[in-house]
């Protein structure tokens, strides 16, 4: 959500006049787009912004603002704590951006932070500047309405609005003609777009409808959660050629005691029953999810517990966390009960583990052929580089002009983040 929101933030300031640099002393305005759902993130905003001190003091025109969940959270008192900050815009005010800049460029310090209701909002959001990219974000809902104990999203996204069916389609439809093949529709909890918004369609049948835009040859989706998996979802799976063979879908612990006490409205046999129709209907679904390490109360038996959940589920990839206090979250109450190293060493533990599974996982591919979406240059610039229908990385040679197609590879060699292959048509 948030690489889709600084999207759309370089598309409102190269309207307002603003052209990007790879380097802060160059720049006139920086902005940043910051992220509050673990306290690292949230001290990492005051880690960068005391960098730009110097820079501030060098360039008194440079304009320093600061966006997203730290300033939704923080408001005004973030001016008040960094004196040299201009403006400050939360989760809703995005679009507000431009007059915020004109108005630091007359000297004035502001905070917009205050909550927009109304669904239009997601379409005051200005779509992103589609040029160059084979693959895009489309914003299709924006908040939750869950209150998972520990998360801070409901408090710094707001209630969970969907946006309207037809402008997503619009959004895509335009993207298919500046090049886009692949699009993944983003949201807190994609599952429930619809169900509160009267005359909008539901996930499943928004996909159906995305599916049926021509141009469109891939679609993706994120972030679900496990409760919200439907049956007419899992249909898309079976029906839907479009729809890649991977899903996100954060598990967060392996104990019955720990998700109850998270809030998160599933057990463990339910979450692995969804991943078992998920596998019936698409037998070669890659899984990926987030795991939460040390929450309050969490026994060496209740982590165990999520070790061996993830040998079930055998995880492609998972983005796995220390437990970190969260203001106004229902597990700020709990008492913190576990110590640091503790929490450190279960952590070390779990990726050992899923370093091996996602090894496991890729070495899997070895022999196999693979449908690869061209993306272009791989990151060492002399390879091409493009993704499978499950979302594993695939690197090989090949002539530049294929970026935008999918092609067939052979995966002949897997690393621990990728995969190398040879191409065989075109
Ligand atoms: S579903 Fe839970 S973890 Fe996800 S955004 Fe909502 S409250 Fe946070």
Redesign the pocket.
């Known amino acids: 959500m948030n690489v889709s929101d600084s999207e759309k933030i370089v598309s409102l300031l190269q309207g307002a006049g603003y052209l990007p640099t790879q380097d802060s002393s160059q720049a006139d305005l920086i902005i940043l787009n910051t992220c509050s759902v673990r306290a690292k993130a949230e001290q990492k905003v005051y880690g960068c912004l005391g960098r730009y001190k110097g820079l501030k003091n060098r360039n008194r025109r440079l304009i320093l603002g600061v966006g997203g969940c730290v300033a939704q959270q923080e408001g005004e008192r973030l001016l008040e704590k960094v004196p040299y900050l201009d403006i400050v815009f939360g989760t809703h005010n995005l679009h507000m951006l431009p007059e915020l800049v004109r108005a630091a460029e007359r000297g004035e310090r502001r905070t917009e932070v205050a909550f927009l209701d109304n669904e239009k909002r997601l379409d005051l959001f200005p779509a992103a500047a589609a040029e160059g990219g084979v693959s895009r974000f489309v914003t299709i809902m924006q908040g ?1 309405d ?3 104990s520990y ?1 801070i ?2 408090h710094v996204r707001g209630r969970e609005i969907s946006r309207s069916s037809a402008e997503i389609v619009n959004e895509i439809r335009k993207m298919v003609d500046k090049g886009v093949r692949e699009v993944t529709l983003v949201g ?2 994609v599952n429930s777009y619809g169900l509160k918004s009267s005359g909008e369609p539901d996930f499943a049948a928004l996909l159906r409808r995305v599916a049926d835009i021509p141009g469109i040859e891939r679609i993706r989706f994120t ?1 679900s ?1 496990p409760k919200d998996i439907s049956a007419p979802l899992i249909d898309c799976f079976a029906e839907l050629p479009k729809l890649c063979s991977h899903i996100h879908l954060p598990a967060q612990a392996g104990s019955d005691a720990v998700l109850a006490r998270m809030n998160r409205g599933y057990t463990r046999s339910e979450y692995l029953g969804k991943i078992a129709l998920l596998k019936a209907v698409r037998p070669d679904i890659q899984i990926t999810g987030d795991i939460i390490v040390g929450f309050p109360g969490e026994s060496e038996e209740d982590f165990s517990q999520t070790l061996s959940l993830m040998e079930e589920v055998r995880y492609g990839d998972l983005f796995s966390f220390v437990y970190s206090v969260r203001p106004e979250t229902k597990a700020a109450e709990f008492p913190d009960d576990i110590s640091q190293q503790e929490k450190q060493e279960r952590l070390d533990r779990l990726l050992a583990l899923q370093r091996a599974l996602t090894l496991e996982r890729n070495k899997s591919f070895v022999g196999s052929r693979q449908q690869v979406l061209v993306e272009g240059f791989s990151k060492r610039g002399d390879q091409l580089s493009g993704r499978t229908s499950g979302n594993r990385v695939v690197n090989f040679a090949g002539d530049p002009t294929l970026t935008g197609s999918i092609v067939e590879v052979t995966i002949t060699r897997a690393f621990q983040n990728s995969l190398f292959g040879e191409i065989i048509i075109f």
């Open positions: 939750c869950n209150f998972c998360c999203v409901p807190q909890n972030t959660h």
